[in-house]
């Protein structure tokens, strides 16, 4: 039996975050994680014979600088590319634009079809542009205390340096950001943009994992805040983050363990932590656990029955995670063009109104035949993912529901590979000829695999309540009400996303 200053539960990049800062800030760290590799959703995956991912997700922008330089990950062989990678907006026209770094060249390549949108990029990057150190300071700090029965003199300071960065922006962002905030996404985008595929694309990232279609409510924030969290990509993908962190973890002393699940947090008489009871029966203690897994996995399936308070068993219950994405990953014996380009990245949706009807189904438990995908083709800068010549397509499938009515068999499945291809078919024709090897996976698939409640993608839905006391009031700050537990994954502020920021800082709070 060994004991630990800490414990993290779970070996994703938030929990490998929190590991690390703690060693090196001379903590004893013990990290189990379930499965037998490190990285959560982060970790790549051999899915086909000679065929491997570089994560299940595609999005490696959001990942935050400052823990970078903490951890000094660049030293363990992390490398950036020199700005944000190029996305191409698909239409099933045939037309297609690409979104760079470079503004001018974005709305250069708009102005072929489009010179009102041209000049209206220009104007939305400008608005993105002065509002990012307003949303990016809300995102990339702790969250504030807006307890009102509990309000302190040092959380009334840090709220009125919050008011007085938007009064900063000047009147006119500032009223057009409170303006816009509350709108759904397609009214936004309608208000500026003529072009429905141009506008389809760029509302895309807002429905990632969310339970909301382009006219639902609220939707604009969850595109500005991807929009202003978004800079450089990572080179070789979140495995390379991975691969990083698990290098400056063991060299800062953490001690990690894989095939270690923990089965159940284990507390002192008192109330307070003891430790965890991994598989098996061994029992690890420390006075402080930190868990990285989903807060309704922490809280409603590692305590026992009603051994934590009642209310909080309530509203933990009561976070919302209905994960709406699913996962195609395609083994393909060509190099696979889409639109007639070599891309790497990549959107579908079209127009407000497909994207729209394919959501509609999800309201009750279908699923619909015409998904909008997040195309990634990682074989297009890193041939080593598969055979010479070959090509890794990576498909997140939007608006998929997890609690589908007929049930994720085999059949529900092949049917949605199907859908996929038929999608692809018509930017990549031949494409689905030359598939060698296919791997779907459904929301129930990645609750099973990576404990992902209800297969939520962002560890509980980001819709506005959810973002401003993530994941609920109690445990706003990282620490929960059992004494020496703390929350350190996507589940807590600011929530989901490859983004080290709730794992670093979680391990601030843990520190003070
Ligand atoms: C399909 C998909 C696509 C996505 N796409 C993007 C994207 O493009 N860009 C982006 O920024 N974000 C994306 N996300 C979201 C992002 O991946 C997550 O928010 C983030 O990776 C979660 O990291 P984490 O470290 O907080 O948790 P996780 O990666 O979920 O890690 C938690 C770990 O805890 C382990 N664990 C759970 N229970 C136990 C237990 N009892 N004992 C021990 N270990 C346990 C799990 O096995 C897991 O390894 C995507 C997510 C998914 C699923």
Redesign the pocket.
Known sequence: MKNYDIII????????TTATILAKKGKKVLL????NV?????AGEEFHPGYFTSG?????S?VRQDVIKELQLEKYGLEFLNERADVTILSSSGKHVTIKADENATSASIAKFSQKDAQAYKDYKDFLNKISRVINDLMDNPPPNINVDNLTMASLVVLAKKGLKLKGLGNKTMMELLKVAPMSVADFLDEKFETDFLKAGLAAPAL??SYAAPRSAYSTINLLLWECASRNHIKGG?QALINALEKAATAAGVTIRTS????KIVLEESGSIKGVRLKGGEEIYASKVAA???PK?TFL??FDDFEIDYELDFWISKIRSRGT?A?VNLAVNKIVELNGQNIEYARTGNNFNEMEKAFDPVKYKEATSNPFL?IHIPTATDSSLAPEGHSVVSV?VHHIPYDFAEGWSEAAKNKLGEDVLNILEIYSPGIKKSVEGMEI?SPED?EQR???TEGH???GEHFVDQLITRPIPACLSYSTPVNGLYLC???SHP?????CA??SMAAAAILK
Do not use: M, W
């Open positions: 539960i779970g070996g994703g990049h938030n929990g490998l189990v994680e379930k499965r490190l990285g959560g959703i982060a299940l997700l595609h999005d490696t959001g990632y994992g979140p270690a699940e923990v089965e990285s897994c989903t996995e399936n590692l994405t996962k997040d997140l996976l990645f990576y404990t992902l993608i962002y560890h994954g996507s589940g929530g989901g996303g490859i983004t709730p794992g």
